[in-house]
Nanobody
Framework: QVQLVESGGGLVQAGESLRLSCAAS????????MAWHRQAPGKQREFLAV???????VYAPSLKGRFTISRDNAKNTGYLQMNSLKPKDTAIYYC?????????WGQGTQVTVSS
């Protein structure tokens, strides 16, 4: 079983940046895809970005280049750099990983952007 711990969320003002981290732990990890999603109050969970083990990335078109996903395979850690944050980015941000065909989710980290 994979344990995921997200960190880096917080309260920022519009236009500022945040970097989220997702640390994965577990025995014999070989993480395939790592992804980030978010869920705003009253809305469905929304896909943001995914990165493969080899570093290929796919982003939700709505992000328009403001977010960047990356990973450090040696540390089993993924990152989401978020720039030019807007109040509509306020949500709980979740990371997920695919290991051996199974998907595990973190508990989420709150991001709040004030205007």
């Amino acid at each position: 079983q994979v344990q995921l711990v997200e960190s880096g969320g917080g309260l920022v003002q519009a236009g500022e940046s945040l970097r989220l981290s997702c640390a994965a732990s577990g025995s014999g990890l070989s993480i395939n895809n790592m992804a980030w999603h978010r869920q705003a109050p009253g809305k469905q969970r929304e896909f943001l970005a995914v990165i493969t083990q080899g570093g290929r990335t796919v982003y939700a078109p709505s992000l328009k280049g403001r977010f960047t996903i990356s990973r450090d395979n040696a540390k089993n850690t993924g990152y989401l750099q978020m720039n030019s944050l807007k109040p509509k980015d306020t949500a709980i941000y979740y990371c997920s990983v695919v290991v051996g065909g199974s998907t595990d989710w973190g508990q989420g980290t709150q991001v709040t952007v004030s205007s």
